[in-house]
Antibody
């Protein structure tokens, strides 16, 4: 069974940093791009970032470029999202998902990040 | 990267059909045949129900169908069931390995 499990979400102060993790199983991890998507409370979905199979090709939405960094470790079947200079508006459920060649198919259950003092 | 435009809400009685529109631009919906749709129940992760405009993943009922014309894609739910009450989001590939989501539509089964 294809599965993605996020972790690392917590309460963090404005201006702080946090690293989210996404552990994958049930498929050939190194053959797929992975995407991060977030959903603020009561709001819609927002695509954040994507990392290609080869670990070096990374893409970001304008609102997080320069603050967030996506990375992966194919040896550990994991993807990470390093989030710096966090703001209240970054409060959301963060999902990792498999990118199946131009569409997103399988999602994790999400991890909650709350930015508040 | 502006969100795709969806109506905030749609509704229908059991057995009826409901169609949700998703309007983008030539840089996303109109430029690629890579529109997908997701169903999201409260406090759950989104679930893929349509990909590549018209394709249904295994296990998704054929009551769900997709189409596209120009910069607008549509999702039709035929024969509405109580379990179809959920939020629905369209999503389009937007080039350079990026995606853009729709604003979301809450479907109510009356």
């Amino acid at each position: 069974e294809v599965q993605l499990v996020e972790s690392g979400g917590t309460l963090v102060q404005p201006g702080g940093s946090l690293r989210l993790s996404c552990a994958a199983s049930g498929f050939t991890f190194s053959s797929h791009s992975i995407t991060w998507v977030r959903q603020a409370p009561g709001k819609g979905l927002e695509w954040l970032a994507n990392i290609k199979q080869g670990e070096n090709d990374k893409y970001y939405v304008d609102s997080v470029r320069g603050r967030f960094t996506i990375s992966r470790d194919n040896g550990k079947n994991s993807v990470y999202l390093q989030m710096n200079s966090l703001r209240a508006e970054d409060t959301a459920v963060y999902y990792c998902a498999r990118d199946f060649f131009f569409y997103i198919d399988v999602w994790g259950i999400g991890t909650t990040v709350t930015v508040s003092s | 990267q502006s969100a795709l435009t969806q109506p905030p809400s749609a509704s229908g009685s059991p057995g009826q059909s409901v169609t949700i529109s998703c309007t983008g631009t030539s840089s996303d919906v109109g430029g690629y045949n890579y529109v997908s749709w997701f169903q999201q129940h409260p406090d759950k992760a989104p679930k893929l129900i349509i990909y590549e405009v018209t394709m249904r993943p295994s296990g998704v009922p054929d009551r769900f169908s997709g189409s596209k014309s120009g910069n607008t894609a549509s999702l039709t739910v035929s024969g509405l069931q109580p379990e179809d009450e959920a939020d629905y989001y369209c999503c389009s590939y937007a080039g350079s390995s990026s995606y853009v989501f729709g604003t979301g539509t809450k479907v109510t089964v009356l």
